[in-house]
């Protein structure tokens, strides 16, 4: 039979049957052979040992299409990046650390702000800066079901992370769209509060329409220090119809001369938002001393 990891935990691996099974899996002999490490999101092959327990034996890992390392995670088709409208407000440079780091990863982003119920004022100007930047931006409120069947639409057929800081409503969609998944909710406060982070482990959770999604904890920080200073440019999507454009070969799009990414800022083409956080980031990996 073919299925999917939705969860790895002490050795044991849960392999949904792609319908309403999910069968409590061995590894057998792949560690060995094949020297490969079973990941959450790993299509697999498996003989079921019990039907009635519902337990088999993983026998071949189908190719994987990608592989993320943070969350560690398989196959993933795309990122919904969420923050919240407000409560917590959005920290754009922490958005913008998450969007390279997908970007670093190749995994195509949605991002959407939910709590629109508590704040729609900020609407045109968070989708005007990332729609010019290239990316698709969504607005949604849990609470009052505003916007999610759309978003819901958009994860059909396809294996979505949920990436985002904590307390802006991930574990709450996640429940929406699939209540048997029983998600911890919380204020951040509350959070703090238990002491204890409410996501523990990865998981792929099963809508439904070949659908499957998982939930992170949430990030109050992102390092991107892997990537080097002069190539950050390559990981703002808006910057790509300047390649090759501005006046010295090598432009790092910060005090040099004749520099197209700049004039793209002055003319409204790029966000001046955007374009500050690369330069923030830009200094910052400067700084960093690598050896
Ligand atoms: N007002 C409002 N509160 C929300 C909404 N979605 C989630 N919340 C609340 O925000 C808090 C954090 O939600 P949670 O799902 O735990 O966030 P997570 O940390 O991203 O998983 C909880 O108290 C939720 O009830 C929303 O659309 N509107
Ligand atoms: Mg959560
Ligand atoms: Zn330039």
């Known amino acids: 039979m073919q299925g999917k990891i939705i969860k790895g935990i002490a050795g044991f691996y849960y392999v949904h049957d792609g319908h309403s099974r999910i069968y409590e899996c061995k590894a057998k002999g792949i560690f060995r052979n094949k020297k490969i490490k079973p990941l959450v999101g ?3 092959m498996f003989d079921v040992i019990s039907d009635e327990e519902q337990t088999g034996n993983i026998t ?5 299409n990608n592989e993320l390392i943070r969350p560690a995670v398989s196959n993933i088709d795309q990122a919904l990046i969420i923050f919240a409208a407000k409560d ?5 440079n922490l958005l913008d650390r998450f969007l390279i780091m997908m970007e670093y990863q190749q995994v195509p982003c949605t991002i959407c702000f939910n709590k629109l119920d508590l704040e729609d004022k900020d609407q045109e100007r968070l989708a005007g800066i990332y729609g010019k930047a290239g990316y698709a931006v969504r607005f949604m409120s849990v609470t009052n079901s505003m916007g999610t069947d759309e978003l819901r639409a958009l994860l059909e057929g396809k294996t979505t992370v949920l990436a985002g800081p904590s307390g802006v409503g991930k574990s709450s969609f996640l429940n929406l769209l699939c209540p ?3 998600m911890e909710t919380g204020s951040v406060s509350e959070k703090i509060r238990r002491g204890r982070h409410t996501t523990r482990h990865s998981e792929l959770f099963y809508i ?3 659908s499957y999604v998982m939930d992170t904890p949430g990030f109050s920080s992102m390092d991107i220090n892997m990537i080097l200073a002069d190539d950050l440019q390559y990981y703002f999507p808006e910057f790509t119809p300047m390649e ?3 006046r010295f070969i090598g432009c790092a799009h910060m005090e040099e001369p004749g520099c197209a990414v700049k004039q793209a800022v002055e003319s409204g083409a790029v966000s001046r938002e955007r374009y500050e956080t690369y330069r923030g980031f830009y200094r910052e990996l400067k700084n960093i001393k690598r050896y």
């Open 42 to 44: 790993d299509d697999v």
């Open 60 to 64: 071949d890992i189908l190719p994987r």
């Open 88 to 92: 917590p407000e959005p920290n754009l």
């Open 180 to 182: 048997l998944a029983e």
């Open 208 to 210: 439904g329409n070949g």
């Open 244 to 246: 090759g454009e501005c």
